[in-house]
């Protein structure tokens, strides 16, 4: 019987040994290495990279407040916007008072970065989304924000309305989603389009 009983043991250790090293070893390094073999540019967070230094993630929000700038979807993560170890919205209903108010100060704050814009607000520059980190705005949050961009930059509203264009990405596969516009992307962009002016005003006074 103790034969048994050991033999019995034995087995199930060995089992134990074995999936430990197939699931908690094995198995990792191979996802880990294929990934980045095939998707290195994901498995690395998606990086969006600048003269050679990461300045953020394309799946990840940042908070823009300057008047030259693109600003993201608010973001009800804390302690801070954008925070990815606290991912979630702010899970509010439509007839909150705190959400209302919420709401009605991010209005606040668009109307007076851009007090002569008559254009209707889109919905997602005064609300939140599930996961507070969201990169993206639709394009009508972007063209909104044109007029604005355009006077704080000293360019032509027309330039800044065809950089919201060539950045605008359609829905995923051609059916999942809706159209979008990386707002990190669209920045970058813009600061590499404001150098490119105020080089060639340098070269040609």
């Known amino acids: 019987m103790w034969r048994k009983i050991g033999r019995e043991l034995w087995m199930g250790v060995g089992f134990l040994i074995c999936m430990t090293v197939l699931t908690g070893l094995a198995y990792p390094l191979v996802v880990t290495f ?17 003269n050679g230094e990461v300045v953020g993630s394309a799946l990840i929000g940042q908070q823009f407040v300057s008047p030259g700038y693109f600003w993201s979807r608010p973001s009800a993560t804390a302690p801070m916007p ?27 704050a668009l109307a007076t970065a851009d007090p002569g814009n008559s254009a209707g607000l889109p919905v ?7 996961s507070g980190l969201d990169p993206d705005i639709s394009p009508a949050a972007a063209f909104y924000q044109v007029g604005r961009v355009a006077k704080a930059r000293g360019l032509s509203e027309q330039t800044v309305h065809d950089l919201v264009e060539s950045r605008i990405e359609g829905r995923q596969f051609g059916i999942l989603g ?21 080089n060639q005003k340098s070269r040609n006074p």
């Open 178 to 198: 809706e159209p979008r516009v990386n707002v990190l992307r669209l920045n970058l962009d813009l600061d590499a389009l404001v150098g490119k002016a105020d």
């Open 124 to 130: 997602d520059l005064v609300t939140s989304s599930a």
């Open 82 to 108: 954008y925070n990815a170890m606290a991912s979630s919205g702010s899970n509010l209903g439509p007839s909150n008072p705190a959400l209302v108010e919420a709401v009605n100060q991010r209005k606040i």
């Open 34 to 50: 294929m990934g980045k073999g095939i998707f290195p540019h994901q498995a690395a967070g998606n990086a969006v990279v600048r």
